[in-house]
């Protein structure tokens, strides 16, 4: 079995795994957060559990269980206390039947301060508590305080419709009845995907909101733009697409704003999961799914995707890094990336990419071991020679000697018949500045010892 093949088998039993994941005791969770105020903002934890793995009671003719439900919500930065949270989710049933297709659904509200945290779930069959189930998920509470303007996340649903206000359903809000997907499953046993979101401090009269499907390897599979008109401190934008066509696969929501004449500058994206078994992979397909580069980008937001090219600088030509200047919107960008990436792919007979893969190696070990209190070790000068040329083949580390500032060599035989960089701590904060090197084309500085020396 080839490596494609491996690849391609790996992702239908991933999906075979989550349908069928579906009639056991499993908690799926998601995330979206929304405006508040200044200080805090909104956010909503959307859980569910299939019915199947509770324990009922029967009285009269009835059914009754519950789950026991514990969040833990703590700060990565660990500044503030974590936020807990544990309720009762009782299930009263007349019929047992079935009970793989009854999904228990709910949400929670918190009110968060912006910065990333980590939210642990904990559930509990109340009648048999060894039975238990976790799931802990990274997420960034965005900040919606400015007047800038933005989407918040996106909720993706089963059903959104428009009801009369009813304080007492936890689904209801600006006059619409929205009942999350958790799983963010959808295909065969869902096969209309429907999302919330909202848009905040719009700054045109007249505008228009696109939101597309896209694959895992950037092609757009469904596009629908709508106009919209008039200024609005917030606005609710809402939306489906029918995917009772596309094969399995793992594919993003991008909701954009763009102006009259189609040039779309915000965006905000959602990845999402359709498992269509009936629906067979064609060569292409199976080919492009195997390319884990542009499924990577198929999840990043714009902001994600930004970085990744400030960190590929250092391979690009003038002309790419002109026209990713001239890109806006994140579909344009993760199409240029994946092009970016697979130009540079030394064997595209592989879904390999190893060039990519090693120069992500690269900036993951300078960020480990270059960083320092106000630069990611990546832009550091040690991290930019590391990334380009890799390891040396020496280092020469002096860092005592009474008269000179703490200096590395690093000597790469391989180069040029032999090179040398000079990195000088400079203000003593671990912070190594490239001095002089013997490479063309890096900066050549022969007195570098006098600049280094502490008299």
Not at 34 to 50: A, I, T
Not at 224 to 237: F, Q
Not at 429 to 446: A, W, Y
Request: one cysteine or more.
């Amino acid at each position: 079995m080839s490596a494609r093949t491996i690849i391609v088998f790996l992702l239908f039993a991933t999906f075979s795994l989550q349908a069928q994941q579906q009639s056991a005791f499993h908690t799926n969770v998601d995330l979206a957060a929304f405006k508040y105020d200044k200080d805090m903002s909104y956010v909503e934890m959307y859980y569910s559990f299939s019915r199947t793995g509770i324990t009922y009671a029967k009285d009269n003719g009835t059914y009754t269980g519950a789950i026991v439900v514990h969040t833990i919500i703590r700060r990565e930065d660990e500044q503030q206390d974590p936020v807990i949270k544990n309720w009762r989710v009782p299930v009263t049933l007349t019929d047992t039947s079935n009970l793989a297709d009854k999904a228990l659904i709910g949400r929670v509200n918190y009110l968060l301060e912006p910065g990333k945290y980590r939210f642990a779930v904990i559930s509990r069959d109340e009648a048999k508590p060894e039975v238990t189930d976790s799931v802990e998920v990274l997420f960034e509470v965005r900040d919606f305080s400015t007047n800038a303007m933005r989407f918040s996340d996106i909720e993706l649903a089963s059903s959104v419709r428009k009801i009369d206000e009813d304080p007492a359903n936890i689904f209801y809000k600006n006059t619409l009845e929205i009942i999350p997907n958790p799983p963010l499953l959808y295909g065969k046993p869902m096969p209309s995907l429907m999302y919330y979101a909202e848009l905040y401090n719009t700054d045109a009269e007249d505008f228009l909101v696109k939101s597309e499907i896209v694959s895992s390897y950037g092609r757009t599979m469904a596009s629908k733009t709508m106009r919209r008109s008039g200024k609005h401190a917030s606005r609710v934008e809402v939306g489906s697409h029918k995917l009772g066509t596309l094969p399995s696969g793992v594919y993003t929501l991008i909701v954009s704003y763009g102006d009259t004449a189609q040039k779309y500058t915000l965006s905000q994206s959602k990845a999402f999961y359709i498992f269509n078994p009936d629906i067979p992979f064609d060569t292409l397909q199976a080919s492009q799914i195997a390319d884990m580069i542009a499924s990577e980008f198929a999840s990043m937001a714009e902001d994600e995707l930004n970085e990744n090219f400030d960190m590929a600088r250092y391979v690009a030509t003038k002309g790419e890094k002109d026209i990713w200047a001239s890109l806006s919107g994140s579909e344009s960008k993760r199409k240029f990336l994946t092009k970016f990436w697979r130009d540079r792919d030394p064997d595209q007979t592989t879904p390999f990419n190893e060039f990519y893969s090693e120069y992500k190696q690269r900036v993951m070990l300078c960020n480990e071991q270059f960083r320092t209190a106000y630069r990611a070790g990546w832009r550091s000068d040690r991290g930019r020679v590391y990334i380009l040329y890799g390891s040396p083949d020496y280092i020469e580390r002096k860092y005592s000697e009474s008269d000179m500032k703490p200096h590395e060599i690093w000597r790469y035989d391989y180069i040029e018949g032999g090179v040398d960089f000079i990195f000088v701590d400079r203000s003593g904060f671990n912070n190594f500045e490239l001095v002089h090197s013997t490479k063309r084309n890096e900066i050549s500085n022969p007195d570098w010892e006098r600049s280094a020396s502490t008299h």
